[in-house]
């Protein structure tokens, strides 16, 4: 049987160190790997032109590039304040924080803008001529 326990020596600080660094990884990888996909489509060499949907997708893998670069250092500063790592969580606002929501406010906010801007239009429903008549009550269609 395996032992999920926890070895004397692994203490809670060693398990939420662990914790701050995989978090700064998914924060730095995240927000560049989503910007880089988001930018891919945009890339268009000698009168290429891009369409509709290739611009709703980069828009929004823009803002899941925004969503790692807020929510992953909310949450290590989250975890550095619950253990007492003062440190940790003023190089956690200072480098994460407080440039992420300077980019969500630029590149986040722009990206929602388009998305609701360029969204495609639904098209109206087909009149098909048919009128159903309810029980319970007349018919009001044309000719019956």
Known sequence: MIDTRLRPRTTARTVTG???VLLTLGWICGTVAFF???????ICFEGCQVGVQEKLHSDRLLIASVGCALVLPFAAVFLSVVTRRRVATV???VVGVLPGIAY???VGVGAARD?????PRRPAPVQSGYCPCY????CDCPGG
């Open 36 to 42: 880089f996909a988001a930018l891919d489509p945009m």
């Open 18 to 20: 662990v914790a701050l």
């Open 135 to 138: 029980s319970g009550g007349a």
């Open 115 to 119: 998305i609701h801007r360029i969204q």
């Open 91 to 93: 190089v956690f606002i």
């Open 104 to 106: 969500g406010m630029t």
